[in-house]
């Protein structure tokens, strides 16, 4: 660990950095987690007033030479700004949902927040939903702190597009995006220690796990949720109709905790842990489908996100090796971006590819994806407004 008088509080070098510019050092926490890389952004206000609740700190030596380059550059900051884009917008809110949570974990009214951060969430999947399935199955951000926050985003994802699969209402909808999104507010901390631990969960860990689907519904009710399909999917969330889930062993269910528990299970296991490989989303889909017994949502689920979701990294018949970027509107050929030469090789080079056409048709899954663990979305979607 760091000694406490390498780190100095981010609120003391506020004078380094202005919010809406790449940073010129990595933010970590109280406990050493990456909270911000180099280079990405403070988006507001509000989110700084999150770091600094989270007990945020910069490295000394990285303050020490940043000073030194600024004491050299007499024209001042070299930062660059840049217009807000999409991307920026999924980054932030990771950020607005954490400060909405800790609301709810503070007993503090949020109700209004909520629900408007709801209609965002909502807002942001139907500006491209192609996009919002690459940022859940293209995962490569290892900032484990903020894991519960981006497994809740990304849960929300998948559960909204499975519902709207299966033609669901629009408030029905709402209430199941307001679940993913809060499902698991009473083990927060938890959820993030669990990311990089590489040992079976403790008993206390487990008591914990056990407790949380009750202990969420009975925060966000003192917090002013009110909608009851909201609260109780919550609630079921981990139970399954054989009865051997938790906390009561239930059988009878209501579609929208199960829809909930699916979605929630499958990020899971295509999510990288500090410890654990991702499972690719095509063999989790084959799981998810022989676990539900083919059942309707889990059907639903698949078609939704397609055979190879955006996100998902392919092999093609050219050789080259590709990430899927969109969804196709018939059968099973989907968009794609190349990622290497003709010979699998990692290339600066990216090309959109069809695979419907024979040369580029997907012929597997990439089975070692250590050569292409990085895959910023700018790269193939290129700046989206």
């Known amino acids: 660990m760091t000694s406490h008088s390498e780190r100095v509080p981010i609120e003391e070098v506020r004078d380094l950095f202005k919010v809406g510019e790449p940073l010129p050092f990595r933010v970590l926490d109280a406990l050493e987690r990456l909270l911000l890389n180099e280079g990405q952004m403070i988006h507001s206000d509000s989110q700084l007033a999150i770091l600094i609740d989270r ?14 380059r600024l004491a ?21 809110s990771l950020w607005d949902l954490d400060a909405r949570l800790r609301q709810v974990l503070k007993g503090q009214p949020a109700r209004l927040d909520l629900e408007a951060l709801v209609d965002t969430a909502m807002a942001m999947v139907d500006r491209d939903a192609d996009i919002a399935v690459f940022m859940a199955v ?21 559960a909204l597009l499975t519902a709207r699969q299966a033609g669901w209402p ?4 709402r209430s ?3 679940a993913a999104l809060t499902m698991n507010v009473s083990m927060l901390e938890l959820q993030a220690v669990m990311a990089e631990q590489d040992t079976p969960p403790t008993q206390r860990q487990l008591d914990q796990i056990r407790a949380h689907t009750d202990r969420s519904e009975s925060l966000l009710r003192a917090a002013g949720v009110v909608d009851e399909s909201w609260l109780g999917t919550v609630r079921d969330h981990h139970e399954h109709a054989d009865g051997s889930g938790y906390p009561r062993g239930l059988e009878a269910l209501t579609d929208d905790a199960r829809l909930l528990r699916m979605a929630d299970v499958f990020m899971a296991k295509i999510t990288p842990r ?11 889909s084959r799981q998810l489908f022989q676990q539900e017994a083919g059942s309707p949502l889990a059907a639903s689920l698949i078609k939704a996100i397609g055979i190879h979701p955006p996100g998902a990294l392919v092999t093609l018949k050219s050789g080259e090796v590709a990430v899927v970027t969109r969804r196709p509107k018939a059968g099973n050929a989907p968009l794609v971006c190349s990622l290497s030469d003709r010979k699998g090789l990692p290339s600066v080079n990216t090309s959109p590819r069809d695979t419907q056409q024979p040369e580029f048709a997907v012929v597997g899954l990439l089975a070692d994806t250590s050569k292409f663990a990085r895959v910023l979305p700018e790269r193939v979607y290129g700046v989206v407004e």
């Not at 050299?72 to 932030?92: M, Q, V």
């Not at 629009?170 to 909808?173: D, L, W």
């Not at 500090?274 to 989790?284: D, E, F, G, I, V």
């Open 176 to 178: 199941l995006v307001g």
């Open 72 to 92: 050299g550059n007499p024209a001042g900051r070299p930062g660059t700004t840049r217009s807000f884009n999409l991307f920026d917008r999924w980054e932030r």
């Open 274 to 284: 500090a410890k654990r490989p991702p499972l690719a989303p095509q063999l989790a």
């Open 55 to 68: 007990g945020a700190w910069v490295e000394r030596q990285a303050v020490i030479a940043q000073r030194a």
């Open 170 to 173: 629009a408030e029905r909808q």
């Open 138 to 158: 293209r995962q490569e951000d290892r900032r484990f702190a903020l894991y519960p926050l981006a497994h809740a985003m990304h849960t929300m994802v998948i």
